[in-house]
């Protein structure tokens, strides 16, 4: 069983910044992918960022410049932060990961959602 528990959202000002986070607990072998999403009301969830095993991270056009995706893989956590933050970014930010649960079980986890809002 694996849980992932998210923080760090709240309500800011237009132009202001956040750092959320994401950490996964439980029966853990490796984390193969890390991705946050976003659910603004009345809209359908989106996706913000990712990054893999490697490094490697992308990007929504929205978010391109002023979001900045990252993994620490010794405490199995994302965070991603935000910053220059408008009023189109409220919503509320999910965290999915990839998980193996032993060499060949893996599994997708998502987190309980955050919300943000940025007020004008």
């Known amino acids: 069983q694996v849980q992932l528990v998210e923080s760090g959202g709240g309500l800011v000002q237009a132009g202001g910044s956040l750092r959320l986070s994401c950490a996964a607990s439980g029966s853990i072998f490796s984390i193969n992918a890390m991705v946050w999403y976003r659910q603004a009301p009345g809209k359908q969830r989106e996706l913000v960022a990712t990054i893999d095993t490697g490094g490697s991270t992308n990007y929504a056009d929205s978010v391109k410049g002023r979001f900045t995706i990252s993994g620490d893989n010794a405490k199995n956590t994302v965070y991603l932060q935000m910053n220059s933050l408008k009023p189109e970014d409220t919503a509320v930010y999910y965290c999915?990961?990839?998980?193996?649960?032993?060499?060949?079980?893996?599994?997708?986890?998502w987190g309980q959602g955050t919300q943000v809002t940025v007020s004008s």
């Open positions: 999915r990961m990839i998980v193996q649960t032993d060499s060949s079980s893996e599994y997708v986890y």
